[in-house]
């Protein structure tokens, strides 16, 4: 029988992966699964990818707008697989199945340089059967994160081959493979950001001195990550502050380390014993937090513990060390504890952090084997295996489609608002709109503060000629987000639809004193005054503004040159004020002598009108 050696390990560790994910072979298309790939045309072709290379990786619909992400490697992976299988979902789930093996197979190598090929397997099997990834793998859009993990831990052992390498040729392959790597992690998710300090830590632990020096390696990695930064911040990094979590709507930085410091707890316990998932973490699955209680000072203390474990490890035990602050690290980007992320936590941003537990399996059977308690560890480790194996298999069919996932999810998780979102979204699709208006009134009873229910309530409600409600659930969220001007264009709405002309043009005439330079808020005013049949000189200043706003100042200034025959047979009097002091900036720039005239006029029939740069 032969020997085992790092190389057979990381080959079982991978089947492992491979058998214990195979029912995610039955799953189809779920939740994102839909927009991103089924729906995307992007992930059709090769050419389609290409053309979508410098694009954000969200598709921006009217209903899902486009997050902060860019990740064309994982758009080229659908690409490829829409051609091999006609778009047939098992495919993509058969490979998401493979990439994870090959990662598990990867974790094997990267660890044995300081387990044994006995230890390196148990850390590899740990790694494979964690049920904390199977929102990675049984879910078709977790493939960004398996992915990224492959760029980085191949990054880290070709970056391995350089320093030790015989001579300047193979040195220079290895420092392009490791580049290479580095890009694929980069182009994959943006937690690769971290891949070099990953890098300076793998070479920080590893025992065998380098042959050559490293420095230039480093330089090339920080240029290409600085050189990604400008790339994901031209392409999609404007709509992060748009896609911010919810947990964190109108919370300062203080009150979001509130918020977030009790979810290391539930971090750890992902980590440990992963028993009870969830697909979603919105409120109040994590509730928002204002003041900086009891549990965050718990969820300090162990991210610190935790932390502080990782640093002692260095000399005593490299291998639990790497396996930590590793984890550590590439969980940073989205723990919000620095900046606020997309999400307050999600299981798929977690599967380089099971190297945590992996690698801590791993020393402590190698541990247990030098100690003569082999027996014991084994049997405990085994323990684990088998519980973590149950919960995966169990858990993958929750993926199987958008309706089984949003059932199931509400069900574990009631009190998650964003549960009953999707509930009412595939409600509606289907035709069932009182229950959709049932469900979206739930979400936003559930959390209050969040406006998006009500962007889908309202209409919902107007369209089902549920007025009341439609003015009810408006005017809560207006109240609580008076500037928001989507807030005040469905306040608008919903007493339009209701017959309320009045009501929508004191909202509207609000809204435009408080935001003159809004254009959003300038054609929600333009088109109140349409529907209550404003005069012609209220309309003309109504139209200016908006194209002044937009920026067509020429058709700005047209509509302009009309205002003196209008004022020649008008009176003025108090109504003029509202629409010429919001007017007035750009009446300034585009027609000074008019605005001159303007101000004589308002001067001489003692309008109290606040015209800047001291007129009227």
């Not at 209680?293 to 162990?302: F, Q, S, Y």
């Not at 209409?459 to 609580?480: D, F, G, K, T, Y």
């Not at 254009?519 to 109140?528: H, R």
């Not at 900036?585 to 001159?596: E, H, I, N, S």
Request: charged letters at 15%.
């Amino acid at each position: 029988m032969p020997s085992l050696n790092h190389r057979r390990a990381a080959l079982i560790a991978g089947v492992a992966a491979c058998l214990v994910f195979a029912n995610a072979l039955g799953n189809g298309w779920a939740v994102h699964d839909t927009p991103v790939v089924r729906d995307n045309l992007a992930a059709h072709s090769v050419s389609g990818a290409l053309r979508a290379a410098f694009s954000p990786y969200w598709p921006d619909t009217p209903e899902e707008p486009s997050a902060g992400l860019y990740r064309p490697a994982v758009v080229a992976t659908y690409a490829i697989d829409w051609i091999v299988s006609g778009g047939r979902p098992w495919w993509f789930h058969l490979v998401n199945v493979l990439l994870h093996g090959g990662a598990t197979a990867l974790v094997v190598l990267v660890v044995g340089r300081w387990l044994s090929p006995a230890g390196a397997l148990a850390a590899g099997v740990m790694f494979a059967v964690h049920p904390v990834h199977v929102e990675a793998v049984a879910n078709v859009v977790g493939r960004a994160e398996i992915l990224a993990a492959l760029g980085i831990l191949g990054a880290v052992l070709s970056a391995r081959r350089f320093r030790r390498a015989p001579d300047d040729r193979v040195a220079r392959l290895w420092f392009a493979v490791t580049i290479l790597g580095v890009a694929f992690a980069l182009l994959s998710k943006e937690i690769a950001v971290v891949t070099v300090v990953i890098l300076v830590l793998d070479q920080a632990l590893d025992t065998e001195r380098s042959a050559r020096p490293t420095g230039e390696l480093y330089i090339a990695v920080c240029a290409l990550t600085l050189g990604w930064l400008f790339l994901w911040r031209s392409v999609a990094g404007t709509y992060v502050a748009s896609t911010a979590a919810a947990n964190f709507r109108g919370l300062s930085a203080g009150e979001r380390l509130a918020t977030m410091l009790p979810v290391q707890l539930d971090v750890v316990r992902l980590l440990a014993l992963p028993l009870e998932l969830a697909h979603d973490y919105n409120p109040q699955t994590i509730p928002q937090r204002t003041e900086f209680g009891g549990l965050a000072l718990l969820g300090l203390l162990t991210a610190s513990s935790v932390l502080a474990l990782g640093v002692s490890c260095v000399r005593r035990a490299p291998a639990a060390a790497f396996g930590i602050l590793t984890g550590v690290a590439a969980y940073a980007p989205t723990s919000n504890l620095f900046f606020p992320s997309g999400i307050a936590l999600a299981e798929r941003s977690l599967y380089l952090a099971v190297l945590v537990p992996a690698v801590a399996v791993g020393w402590v059977l190698e541990w247990g084997l030098r100690r003569g308690r082999a027996r014991a560890v084994l049997l405990a480790a085994g323990a684990l295996v088998a519980v973590y194996v149950g919960r995966t298999a169990t858990r993958t069919p929750f993926w199987k489609d958008t309706r089984t996932t949003v059932i199931e999810g509400v069900i574990e998780h009631p009190e998650n608002f964003r549960n009953h979102m999707w509930v009412a979204r595939v409600s509606e699709r289907t035709g069932d709109s009182a229950r959709a208006l049932a469900e979206y009134l739930v979400a936003g009873a559930l959390f209050d503060r969040e406006p998006l229910p009500v962007t889908r309530s309202v209409p919902l409600a107007i369209a089902m000629n549920r007025h009341r409600v439609a003015i009810s659930e408006a005017r809560r969220m207006h109240e609580q987000w008076p500037d928001s001007p989507d807030m005040v264009r469905w306040l608008v709405e919903a007493y339009l639809s209701d017959g309320n002309v009045d009501s929508a043009t004191a909202v509207a005439e609000r809204a435009i004193v408080a935001a003159p330079q809004s254009n959003q808020v300038a054609q929600i005013y333009l088109a109140v005054l349409g529907r209550r049949e404003a005069p012609e000189w209220r309309l003309l200043l109504a139209r200016a503004r908006v194209d002044w706003l937009g920026l067509r100042l020429e058709s700005a200034g047209r509509r302009l040159d009309a205002l003196p025959g209008i004022l020649g047979y008008q009176s003025l009097n108090r109504e003029w004020c509202l629409d010429l002091e919001t007017i007035w900036p750009g009446l300034l720039a585009l027609r000074p002598a008019m605005a001159d005239t303007v101000a004589g006029m308002v001067q001489s029939a003692g309008l109290p009108c606040k015209l800047p740069d001291g007129r009227g």
